[in-house]
């Protein structure tokens, strides 16, 4: 029985193989033949080539910006930043004042001045200039 059963399976996937040949035959002979896609294929490459060459001549800069070096403005970048750095170095820094923790029933009666730095009195006397 068992030899019976895996027998019939066997025809069956034959048939279906055979099923399968025959469709990919069909297709196969739609697709025209090897020639033709390889020649549709390059047709492609041309046309993306083409494009590529399109979009680099578009990319191109014009005017004034065709004169300006690439590395050249990189560098000075790169010179600005660091004289940027170097000034953010040598500025002094000024640590933040310590809170000092009061017990509730303790509070001071008027609360303690803090020492203004050099941007907030340039703050101040800029909003006394304008009268805010």
Known sequence: MIMLEGAKATTET???????????????????NID?????????????????QIQEALSTPIGAAAD???????????????????EQLLQPTTAPAAQVQVPAG????????QKCTADEDELAALQAEMGL
């Open 14 to 32: 034959v048939d279906a193989l055979r099923t399968i040949a025959a469709a990919m035959k069909a297709m196969q002979k739609a697709t025209y």
């Open 36 to 52: 033709d896609v390889d020649k549709t294929m390059d047709e492609i490459n041309e046309q993306t080539e083409n494009m590529k």
């Open 106 to 113: 303790r509070q001071p009666a008027r609360p303690i001045p």
């Open 68 to 86: 300006f070096d690439e590395d050249e403005l990189e560098a000075e970048l790169e010179e600005l930043e660091d004289v940027e750095l170097e």
